[in-house]
């Protein structure tokens, strides 16, 4: 394995261990909870899917390549 890969998978290590921390103390009760996040409960039936939530995902993810690519390159 080159240098360079083994650092990416250890900076996305700590990566997770810095969001699994952030969640940990609660800053991030709200992830899931967005107004575009559609959620049907009835008697006996729950139904939820975060649209929203996982649009700030995917941008966030985006930006994040974007940047790695401009420094790395």
Same mark, same amino acid.
């Given at each position: 394995?080159?240098?360079? !890969?083994?650092? @990416?998978?250890?900076?996305?290590?700590?990566?997770?261990?810095?969001?699994?921390?952030?969640?940990? !103390?609660?800053?991030?009760?709200?992830?899931?909870?967005?107004?575009?996040?559609? $959620?049907?409960? $009835?008697?006996?039936?729950?139904?939820?899917?975060?649209?929203?939530?996982?649009?700030?995902?995917?941008?966030?993810?985006?930006?994040?390549?974007?940047? @790695? $690519?401009?420094?790395?390159?």
């Amino acid at each position: 394995m080159r240098g360079s !890969t083994a650092n @990416l998978i250890i900076g996305a290590g700590i990566a997770l261990i810095i969001v699994g921390l952030v969640a940990k !103390t609660g800053a991030l009760s709200w992830f899931g909870q967005l107004p575009g996040d559609l $959620r049907v409960e $009835r008697e006996g039936f729950r139904f939820y899917v975060p649209l929203m939530s996982m649009v700030l995902v995917s941008l966030g993810l985006s930006a994040l390549v974007a940047f @790695l $690519r401009r420094l790395l390159s």
